[in-house]
């Protein structure tokens, strides 16, 4: 073979193997379920707590903020005050909100993210559906550092010790999985 030939297919390929990343992965947005009916006095059917008015209505705004096309899959704990946050949202795109386990336990976030990297590719976002106790881990899991933490809105829970997040209209963003970073260029939080 010519030797300008293999040098431009070398070069070609160092070129690709730079700008080619080296894993394809989704976008990946975070929420909090919706308002919980406050007149719930039965422990042992937390699972089961529903919507209030409220929730209702905040479940139909977050349907609002993305459009057609705009998910490719959304993923939500078994609890009815995640999935009914998920179901406008999931009617209006015609997507089917698929049960997680890692919205509701922290322990398997590792391999869940492993699998949205394995299954999605990079230019397709994925929602999270998650309570204001696991939101926090899952952020630092995404390899968020500790001192971004409190822009993205966690607070200490005094009584457990457990970092949570407040209120209910918060969308978290990330662009990039990782281990821990230094800075907080690729989570971004809004309000809807």
């Known amino acids: 073979m010519n030797k300008r030939i293999l040098f431009a297919i070398l070069f070609i390929l160092a070129v690709i193997a730079t700008t080619t990343p080296l894993s394809a992965q989704p976008t990946i947005y975070l929420v909090r379920h ?6 719930w006095h039965r422990e042992e059917l937390d699972a089961y707590h529903p919507l209030s008015e409220a929730g209702v209505a905040r ?21 009815t005050r995640t999935l009914h ?17 890692e ?10 993210y492993a699998e949205l990297k394995k299954n999605f590719k990079t ?9 204001s106790n696991l939101i ?6 995404a390899g ?3 001192t971004c933490r409190q ?34 260029n690729d989570f971004s939080r809004q309000k809807y």
Not at 164 to 183: H, P, Q
């Open 103 to 112: 919205c509701w336990d922290t322990t398997a976030i590792d391999s869940f």
């Open 136 to 141: 926090p881990y899952l952020l630092m899991r």
């Open 151 to 184: 822009e993205m809105g966690f607070a200490l829970q005094p009584q457990e010790g457990w970092l949570v997040i407040e209120g209910y209209d918060n969308i978290w963003r990330v662009e990039k999985l990782s281990e821990e970073k230094k800075n907080c």
């Open 144 to 146: 968020l550092p500790k």
């Open 34 to 39: 919706a308002e919980k009916l406050s007149a």
């Open 59 to 79: 479940a139909q705004k977050l349907a609002a903020q993305f459009e057609k096309e705009s998910l490719s899959a959304i993923f939500s704990s078994s609890t």
């Open 123 to 131: 230019g397709q976002s994925v929602l999270l559906v998650s309570h």
């Open 85 to 101: 946050t998920t179901l406008p949202l999931a009617q209006k795109l015609g997507l089917t909100a698929q049960l997680s386990a």
